[in-house]
């Protein structure tokens, strides 16, 4: 499994999940079993399109420290081989 942190919304644009989305299409053509995680539903739908399973963390796309517990979790309930993340962080 490979896990994808990813946020487009109408602050920041697409770029950062359709950049994420290309590679996990191509995971998902080598059977590898995609997870996004998200600060919010904005992409939603686009994800579920691609194939890939979905997390909504709820949170502030700008603000990743405080999803670290949450996202923790996460990985140890999925032990991905990956973790990729793609974010504007300040």
Known sequence: MIIFRADGNDKIGAGH????LNM???YIDEGIEVLFLTAD???SQRIAEAGCNHIILNSG?????EE??????IVDEYNPTM??????CQ
């Open 17 to 20: 999940v359709m950049r994420c």
């Open 24 to 26: 996990a299409e191509q």
């Open 41 to 43: 539903e904005s992409f």
């Open 61 to 65: 796309y700008n603000n990743m420290i």
């Open 68 to 73: 670290i517990e949450q996202i923790e979790s």
């Open 83 to 88: 973790f990729i993340v793609d974010c504007e």
